[in-house]
């Protein structure tokens, strides 16, 4: 009987934002050009340290990697989102579905350990600087870098293959822009307790454990800093954690002030889930860029190469 319901489920409907009809143009344009220079933004960023060999150290791979995330990250929601917007076609396919379950949760996992390993390298930079190059060394790198690849597939993997055990009821319609486990896992008819359980211990080895390493780098960097303050030492760790610790900010902040300060309970999911798949993927170049030197420097030099081979031809 189960598999006689699962298998009945052909596609579901997906309810979108929270907006009136009147206003579906006006987002369809906002979105796109978010969408857009989230794309072109990261891709640069990935350009410039691909390019530049002064780029060519732990901090900028792990960044690369963290841009091409961030691009997979809004490219699994967003162009459906747009698509259904334009179209008023407000349904997915059952297996496009969890397609986009798998990836969504893949690419979130990536960046939340991503973001854990550039604090781990920061804490390195400025409390053992003499010692960096022998730790961060590029075997390490790529280790961190596939264990969070690999750790990340498994997680949705797992993720997945729950799901798709499961059978559906009659009503498919998902209150959500894409199809967000959680809001999947409602329609269903059989036992999600072990799903649940599974949501609840993954969230906390994905989500909590990175956001402790990352606090705790940046209490040891704020300790060591404060044994010998002085406008150098400061200076010199602004300048290095800066521009990590402002996308850490926006990333986690913005969901805390979505879950404690928004006062539509029924709008939270929703809200939060624009703004880690298209606020912070499209800010992250420019937080990078603008207050990054050697990002500037490297941008700057592209663009100088490019009118000297311009004025040349």
Not at 37 to 42: D, E, I
Not at 66 to 91: E, G, H, R, Y
Not at 115 to 125: E, G
Request: hydrophobic fraction near 45%.
């Amino acid at each position: 009987m189960g598999s006689k319901n699962q298998s009945s489920v052909s596609k579901f409907l997906l309810l979108g934002l929270p907006i009136r009809p009147g206003q579906q143009r006006g987002f369809f344009t906002l979105f796109l050009g978010m969408y857009l220079t989230t794309v072109l933004g990261n891709l640069l960023i990935i350009l410039l340290i691909k390019l530049d060999s002064c780029l060519h150290t732990p901090m900028y791979f792990f960044l690369s990697h963290l841009a091409f995330s961030d691009i997979s990250l809004s490219s699994v929601t967003v162009p459906k989102m747009l698509t259904n917007m334009q179209t008023w076609q407000q349904s997915i396919s059952y297996v496009g579905c969890i397609a986009q379950v798998y990836f969504f949760i893949f690419f979130v996992c990536i960046d939340n350990l991503l973001l854990a390993v550039m604090a781990y390298d920061r804490y390195v930079a400025i409390c053992h600087p003499l010692h960096y190059t022998t730790i961060m060394r590029e075997g390490l790198c790529v280790l961190l870098v596939a264990g969070s690849w690999i750790l990340s597939c498994g997680s949705a993997l797992l993720h997945t293959l729950l799901l798709v055990r499961l059978s559906f009821c009659v009503n498919n319609t998902i209150s959500h822009f894409f199809c967000d486990l959680t809001a999947v896992l409602k329609l269903s008819c059989s036992d999600i307790s072990l799903n649940e359980l599974v949501i609840f211990t993954e969230g906390g080895l994905f989500s909590f454990l990175p956001l402790c390493i990352i606090l705790g780098s940046y209490v040891r960097i704020g300790s060591i800093i404060l044994r010998v303050p002085s406008t150098k030492g400061l200076y010199k760790a602004f300048s290095t954690c800066g521009s990590h610790l402002f996308v850490v900010f926006l990333y986690y902040g913005t969901l805390v002030g979505v879950y404690f300060f928004s006062s539509s309970w029924g709008s939270k999911d929703i809200i939060a889930s624009v703004m880690y798949t298209v606020v912070t993927p499209m800010l992250n170049p420019f937080i990078y860029s603008l207050r990054n030197r050697d990002i500037k420097q490297a941008l700057e030099m592209c663009f100088s190469t490019v009118s000297v081979q311009s004025g040349a031809q």
